[in-house]
């Protein structure tokens, strides 16, 4: 695949986690409080499935990473919001194992992955752990989303969550600035405001 058409399917998933962003922050400044609304995730399952296909052309572990750690998570809100028992049963069945199917291709085929993802002479090694730190640290935030939110009973998206957004989100700049990777930079500088605004709109609210 051209380096055009990689980059479009990685725009094209920023522009879904851009639009969920956007969504959810132009709710929350209505409302006067932060709001979990359910299009949040559905532009999130929707990016997700395209920038793990992004990291795989690009050859990008720790995007690849950050992925599988968010997917399941974004599929567990959709459920909570009612949503995902709407879709057909096929598109259900599709969502669920092609993460699934993606590991265990990656581990038939381990020898050739790990050349690809760890052994690749355009990302050094200590850059794949930064990149790699960087997603974890952000897609921790949906983890502790999921704990919060399994707490409360309810699909929400507490102040932890937009603090733990906004470090995440310096790392994984940094870490598009020194790959200089456009689709992270632009797809990360959008989020950076937007989690700012949620942690004043949330300090607020408490006030």
């Not at 990016?47 to 992925?67: A, E, M, N, T, V």
């Not at 069945?93 to 020898?111: D, Q, R, V």
């Not at 960087?134 to 929400?156: A, D, N, V």
């Not at 870490?175 to 990777?181: A, H």
């Amino acid at each position: 695949m051209s380096g055009f058409l990689i980059t479009l399917v990685g725009l094209l998933a920023q522009l879904f986690f851009s639009l969920r962003i956007l969504y959810q922050w132009i709710k929350s400044e209505r409302a006067k409080k932060i709001i979990s609304p359910a299009l949040f995730w559905v532009f999130s399952i929707i990016g997700s499935y395209l920038l793990f296909i992004y990291g795989w052309l690009r050859d990008d572990f720790s995007i690849i990473l950050g992925q599988f750690l968010s997917y399941y998570i974004y599929l567990w809100n959709l459920k909570a919001n009612n949503i995902l028992q709407k879709l057909p049963y096929i598109l259900r069945i599709i969502l669920f194992i092609t993460p699934l199917i993606a590991i265990g291709f990656m581990l038939y085929n381990f020898s050739e992955v790990k050349e690809t993802l760890f052994q690749n002479k355009d990302i050094p090694i200590w850059l794949i752990i930064f990149g790699s730190l960087g997603q974890i640290i952000f897609t921790f935030r949906f983890i502790y989303q999921w704990i919060y939110s399994l707490r409360k009973h309810i699909s929400i998206l507490p102040m932890g969550f937009w603090v733990i957004s906004l470090v995440g989100s310096i790392m994984i700049i940094s870490y598009g600035i020194i790959r200089q990777d456009i689709v992270l930079i632009l797809g990360q500088s959008t989020g950076f405001i937007a989690y700012t605004r949620n942690i004043m709109i949330g300090h607020k609210s408490k006030i």
